[in-house]
């Protein structure tokens, strides 16, 4: 998987659709996720920040349109709505309620995987080119530089994220301080010793209770593992 591919999540619970919606998107360079319920879909969103999402309206468990103020609250991704109904207050729903796109079934699979590269397209015309960096939970937006575990947005200071970067970059091995000032800061740290320990600790307070830890090795430096 390359993992800088855009990320398209598609939610739909018939599997022929999903088998060939998946072959042709992932032959035109996307990586995808795919739930077959509601459910499946919030608990990818815990662990993934899908760049566009494809939006059954009838799935088992509920409404794809009834789902969709849920879905925004943790995702701020284009999504584009299937519906097998065909009248115009029905095909419009997903719109009024926020979403930016619509096609009814059954469709040409070109026309869909063409409505999702404009999302992308609008997303890199708008400044905002897809870079992604994911290890497990994780998933680092390079560009707005904001990183999100299970979904959730951290609130990582700019020190904070460029710090995580460079330890999912070299995860496993062990990093000194003066390497760590020199990468984040520029600098060489025999005035920055303090700057490196308070945001290493800041960020492991953030990382609490996730799969994640930053090891200390005396007289070494530091580690960044999973547990």
Same mark, same amino acid.
Request: charged content about 25%.
């Given at each position: 998987?390359?993992? %800088?591919?855009?990320?398209?999540?598609?939610?739909?619970?018939?599997?022929?659709?999903?088998? @060939?919606?998946?072959?042709?998107?992932e032959?035109?360079?996307? %990586?995808?996720?795919?739930?077959?319920t509601?459910?499946?879909?919030?608990?990818? &969103?815990?662990?993934? @920040?899908?760049?566009?999402?494809?939006?059954?309206?009838? &799935?088992?468990?509920?409404?794809?349109?009834d789902?969709?103020?849920e879905?925004?609250?943790?995702?701020?991704a284009?999504?584009?709505? &299937?519906?097998?109904?065909?009248?115009?207050?029905?095909r &419009?729903?997903?719109?009024?309620?926020?979403? #930016?796109?619509?096609?009814?079934k059954?469709?040409?699979?070109?026309?869909?995987?063409?409505?999702? #590269? %404009?999302?992308i397209?609008?997303?890199?015309?708008?400044?905002?080119?897809?870079e992604?960096?994911?290890?497990g939970?994780?998933?680092?937006?390079?560009?707005?530089?904001?990183?999100?575990?299970?979904?959730?947005?951290?609130?990582?200071?700019?020190k904070?994220?460029?710090?995580?970067?460079?330890?999912?970059? #070299?995860?496993?091995?062990?990093?000194?301080?003066?390497?760590?000032?020199?990468?984040?800061? #520029?600098?060489? =740290?025999?005035?920055?010793?303090?700057?490196?320990?308070?945001?290493? =600790?800041?960020?492991?307070?953030?990382?609490?209770?996730?799969e994640?830890?930053?090891? =200390?090795?005396?007289?070494?430096?530091?580690?960044? @593992?999973?547990?």
């Amino acid at each position: 998987m390359d993992y %800088n591919a855009p990320l398209i999540m598609m939610v739909e619970d018939d599997a022929d659709i999903t088998r @060939l919606n998946r072959k042709w998107l992932e032959e035109a360079g996307y %990586n995808t996720l795919n739930a077959e319920t509601l459910a499946e879909a919030r608990d990818i &969103l815990r662990s993934e @920040l899908p760049d566009v999402i494809i939006l059954d309206v009838q &799935l088992p468990d509920g409404s794809g349109v009834d789902f969709f103020p849920e879905l925004r609250r943790v995702c701020a991704a284009p999504v584009l709505f &299937l519906t097998a109904k065909d009248k115009p207050e029905d095909r &419009l729903a997903g719109l009024v309620t926020g979403g #930016n796109d619509y096609i009814t079934k059954p469709y040409d699979i070109a026309e869909l995987c063409m409505r999702v #590269n %404009n999302f992308i397209v609008m997303l890199q015309s708008a400044g905002r080119p897809v870079e992604i960096l994911a290890y497990g939970s994780l998933r680092l937006d390079i560009v707005s530089q904001r990183a999100y575990m299970t979904g959730v947005d951290m609130n990582l200071s700019a020190k904070e994220f460029a710090l995580l970067k460079v330890f999912i970059t #070299n995860r496993d091995k062990i990093m000194d301080i003066d390497y760590l000032y020199k990468k984040i800061w #520029n600098a060489h =740290s025999d005035v920055g010793v303090g700057a490196v320990k308070t945001a290493v =600790s800041r960020l492991r307070m953030k990382l609490d209770d996730s799969e994640f830890m930053i090891v =200390s090795k005396r007289g070494e430096g530091y580690s960044f @593992l999973t547990q």
